[in-house]
Structure formats: structure tokens, C-alpha cells
């Protein structure tokens, strides 16, 4: 049986996966893991580039990153659970941190987010934003998450009623259940997350920050799929 369970929603990420797959497996040395890629209503090749790279692929097609996510944990075995977004790539130092603070007992956490080649100003002012409020009030970015199991069951893991910010709920009740049993729950600093910045490519700051104040003016339209069509949409190839 693994002691770590590597769970992975993708939705059309075969160019994605390879790379991702390989930091996994480059960082993963001294543990027994398993990878499960959730291959969430792809059209594309993502579950045969999955699987040729050595994971275990499950199949959900209702597209919804929460349920995907879910889902990949309920078709694992290990006892910690780490959940990685298809187009980020941990480094070795990150992954070995990470396990460390649940050797230590940690409940779970996330680490501070690192992107490369953002496009403007905007979006780097952004990313900073995120990182200090990610710091003073604990919360895990969602390409990057690992929980204890027992935790993970206990507060129900990610709420399926949410198409967008399904982490930022899952941060919160960890954090009240590590409270409750004397478990930390920890944002890692350094070495940071490094993950695609492909969204502020595809749309405008003028489009994710209208996202951004939909859900602080009214949080119930993150259970809209259509509203949070900014995690959902991509442009045409």
C-alpha cells in the first residue's frame, strides 16, 4: 500500500501531464506513492499519456474540478493525500517539505505560488496579493494541497456544491480540525509552487478581476458553473 497518494484532475492536459508526471516522479523517491490522474471529461489523449508515464487513471465526467478531485482520493490508497493541478510542477525540495510537516503530524497545508512569464503588471501585482493573503490566513492554492487522510474524510473533502474555490473551504475546516486535534496546519514559504501561468495569456485582467468581484460581492456564484467559467473555459486551439 502507498503511504502517498498523488491525485491529479485533468481535463484535456495531454501536452500538460508529461512534465508534471516527471517532477512527480523525479521528487518521489524516498516514499512509496501512487499517482491517480483523473481524467475529467477529456477529448483529448490525456488518459493514454497518463497512464503511459506509470498513473493510474479514473474516469469523471461531469466537469467540475471539486468532484474530480474527490473523486481521484476516493479511487486512492494512500494515507496522505497530495493534490497537484495538471500544469504545475513541484520541485523535489517543495515535495520534501511538504511530506516532512505530515510526518510531523501536520493536518495538511499548501505553499505560496510562483509563476513564470506573467504578462503584465496586473497579474504579478496579483500573484503577490494572493501570496500575503495565502500566508496571514492559511490558505492552500489549489494546484497544490496535501492533507492527511483521517482529515481529508473527516471534514467531508472539497465541496462539491463549489465549481471555484473549493481549496479555500477545504483551508478553513482543516484548519478548525487541526485546531480541535492539535494538528498544524501549515502554508510552506520556500521553495514556492511553481505553476502555469497560462490564464493570463488566455484572458485579460479586466476578465479575472471582474471574476474576483463577482465572487467577494456574492459568494454563492462560485456553485455556478457558468459564472466560474474562468476555471472552465479555454480558448480555441
Request: charged share 25%; proline share 5%; glycine share 6%.
Amino acid at each position: 500500500m502507498p503511504r502517498l497518494s498523488v491525485v491529479i484532475p485533468a481535463h484535456d492536459e495531454a501536452d500538460e501531464l508529461p512534465r508534471t508526471l516527471a517532477c512527480l516522479h523525479d521528487g518521489l523517491v524516498d516514499i512509496d506513492y501512487e499517482i491517480v490522474v483523473v481524467d475529467n471529461a477529456s477529448t483529448d489523449a490525456t488518459a493514454a499519456v497518463a497512464r503511459a508515464a506509470g498513473a493510474r487513471v479514473v474516469t469523471e465526467p461531469h466537469r467540475q474540478i471539486s468532484r474530480a478531485r474527490n473523486v481521484g482520493a476516493a479511487h486512492s490508497h494512500g494515507d496522505w493525500l497530495l493534490f497537484v493541478d495538471a500544469d504545475t510542477w513541484p520541485v523535489p525540495a517543495l515535495l520534501r517539505t511538504a511530506l516532512s510537516h505530515l510526518e510531523a503530524g501536520a493536518c495538511g497545508g499548501g505553499a505560496l505560488v510562483e509563476m513564470g512569464d506573467l504578462p503584465n503588471r496586473v497579474y504579478r501585482v496579483g500573484l503577490r496579493v494572493w501570496n500575503r493573503l495565502a500566508a496571514w490566513f492559511l490558505f492552500v492554492a489549489g494546484c497544490f494541497a496535501f492533507v492527511r487522510r483521517d482529515a481529508f474524510d473527516a471534514v467531508g473533502g472539497f465541496d462539491e456544491r463549489y465549481y471555484a474555490g473549493d481549496e479555500l473551504i477545504l483551508s478553513r475546516r482543516l484548519r478548525r480540525w487541526g485546531r480541535v486535534h492539535g494538528r498544524d496546519f501549515v502554508i510552506i514559504a520556500e521553495p514556492r509552487v511553481l505553476t502555469s501561468a497560462r490564464k493570463a495569456r488566455w484572458f485579460s485582467p479586466a476578465q479575472h478581476l471582474l471574476t474576483i468581484a463577482m465572487v467577494m460581492l456574492c459568494p454563492p456564484v462560485m456553485r455556478s458553473r457558468r459564472l466560474m467559467w474562468f476555471w472552465y473555459r479555454r480558448p480555441p486551439r
